[in-house]
């Protein structure tokens, strides 16, 4: 059996059910190989039956990694685990995580089944799936809700089953240390089996328990542990995958097991992640808050300057956080920018590095010091233009004081065809949005506009996150420009249109 504690990233599954969050196709692609970089042992990529769009993801990912195993979600339903088997049969390590769930509220008002009939579904659906995989992963959902002698029995089914890999779901984040982990130890203690076992926690933030609950179950004998990236995920999230591997490295005094993680991985991989989630890591978020590593009070300024191991439990160079950096200039030239997006870990052909550099001078021109945010940012806008299958051709506007406001928008789709419209509104961003839903012809409801500046001063450039409701489906978009007036224009275009591109692809149901 493997002695280290096993890291199952759910990003891309239970992560993108965030409200708000769809990661495009290349995202998604672009968020599994960053996830290999930071040495994830295995990755949720999915969950394949519930719509072409998710299949289509977990197959590429399968044919893009190369050591990491790649999973896919499937209910007790015989089409599920076809479907991941199909999406996922070209991975160097493919598997399969089948659950029901199992407590009484889940069977008697979800699903509508008895006790023995959740065994027999059990029984039958995990040993179909060992048809086709090596290793099958069970999880009975609601575990924590689940009466404990029946969550025994459904695990004893899995296991006999073929079962290698039970994951133990505190579905809506009710459990708390102690009880999660004599969960583990009571599962170790009961099940009899002739093949080994690995047990797993899969935790939600509904208390704010998550991590703390995921540390109880290693300390109780659990070998992996699934979450996400910066704790994204439905409602309060999940665990907090970066704060348990940092946990069990400067804790190893008590745990005594490590990951596999490339801890200098951490701040890229958070960073890639809330850029394409469209969402802000609050500050003083662990290990990868900007204020992770900051020290405000003079008495903390003072300790650390003589020795940071006064306030500091980690240093930021351990998480790949930067905490000095060479600002680029106007006067800096190709040479210098293309070091620049080496260090900062970019790997960009010299084709796109020539378009990235005319846009790094229209900056630069604007600018006294281009920082390391500002290249992060002109890669983001340039992802997002790339991706987009509509683009902001002009942007016309007529301010009125004490008055409606006007605006001109001209869109371009990726074959060259352009449409426009125009509109007024009580003010600039109002009449904008009203142009380029008229282009659109849909009605939306604007749920959440937010500008960030990318960084400090008045010449920074602005970063709008929109998340609009079209059709009781919520997209997000993202614009990045130096005048707020146009990124709030792009960011909107955006969301019209991840709409777009979600209605084609995803006809499917969801979990
Ligand atoms: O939280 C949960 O119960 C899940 C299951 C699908 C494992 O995400
Ligand atoms: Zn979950």
Redesign the pocket.
């Known amino acids: 059996m493997n002695s280290h504690i096993q890291i199952f990233d759910?990003t891309l599954r239970?992560g993108e059910q965030t409200p708000g969050v769809n990661f495009s196709f290349d995202e998604r692609l672009k968020i599994a190989k960053q996830l290999e970089k930071w040495g994830v042992d295995i990755i949720e990529a999915g969950f394949p039956a519930s719509s072409t769009g998710s299949f289509k993801s977990v197959e590429a990912i399968s044919q893009a990694l190369t050591t990491t195993a790649v999973c896919g979600?499937a209910r007790c339903v015989k089409k599920d685990i076809d479907a991941v088997y199909e999406a996922t049969k070209s991975a160097a390590k493919p598997r399969i995580?089948v659950?029901i769930a199992t407590s009484p509220i889940h069977r008697d008002s979800k699903l509508l089944m008895s006790k023995e009939q959740v065994i027999a579904s059990i029984k039958e659906h995990v040993s179909y799936a060992k048809n086709y995989f090596d290793v099958v992963q069970f999880?009975p959902?609601?575990a924590t809700r689940t009466e404990l002698p029946f969550l025994i029995e459904c695990v004893q089914t899995a296991v006999d089953a073929g079962a290698s890999v039970i994951?133990i779901?505190?579905?809506v984040g009710f459990s708390y240390p102690k009880e999660y982990g004599e969960i583990f130890k009571t599962l170790q203690d009961s099940i009899k089996t002739d093949h080994d076992v690995i047990y797993s926690a899969?935790c939600?933030d509904d208390l704010g328990l998550a991590v703390a609950n995921s540390m109880a179950a290693i300390e109780n004998g659990a070998k992996r542990i699934e979450g996400t990236l910066n704790g994204i995920g439905?409602r309060a999230g999940n665990t907090a995958l970066e704060e348990v591997a940092l946990g069990l490295y400067v804790r190893q005094d008590h745990y005594g097991n490590q990951t596999k993680i490339n801890l200098a991985e951490t701040k890229q991989t958070s960073d890639l992640i809330a850029r394409f989630a469209g969402l802000r890591v609050p500050r003083n978020k662990a290990i990868v808050g900007q204020n992770a590593f900051s020290h405000e009070s003079g008495i903390h300024q003072d300790g650390v300057l003589k020795n940071p191991e006064t306030y500091e439990i980690m240093t930021p160079q351990l998480v790949g956080v930067k905490t000095t950096e060479l600002p680029l200039g106007k006067l800096s030239g190709k040479h210098a920018f293309s070091e620049k997006l080496i260090a900062l870990g970019y790997d960009v052909n010299p084709e796109e590095q020539k378009a990235l550099f005319k846009q790094f001078k229209i900056i630069a021109d604007k600018k006294k010091a281009v920082t390391d945010r500002d290249i992060h940012a002109l890669i983001q806008g340039t992802e997002h233009e790339q991706n987009a299958i509509y683009k902001v051709e002009t942007l016309q506007l007529q301010f009125v004081s004490n008055g409606l406001q006007s605006a001109v928008v001209v869109i371009k789709d990726q074959d060259g065809n352009t449409s426009q419209d125009s509109s007024i509104g009580t003010g600039s961003i109002v009449a904008i949005y009203n142009a380029i839903d008229r282009i659109f012809n849909r009605e939306t409801e604007l749920i959440d506009y937010r500008i960030d500046s990318v960084t400090e001063g008045t010449d920074a450039q602005a970063e709008v996150h929109v998340q609009i409701k079209i059709n009781d489906q919520i997209v997000t978009g993202v614009g990045i420009d130096h005048d707020i007036l146009l990124a709030s224009c792009k960011s909107y275009v955006e969301a019209h249109a991840k709409y777009v591109a979600h209605s084609t692809t995803e006809e499917g149901m969801h979990?």
């Open positions: 759910t239970d979600l995580h659950f999880s959902e609601d994951n779901p505190d579905t899969h939600h439905e979990s």
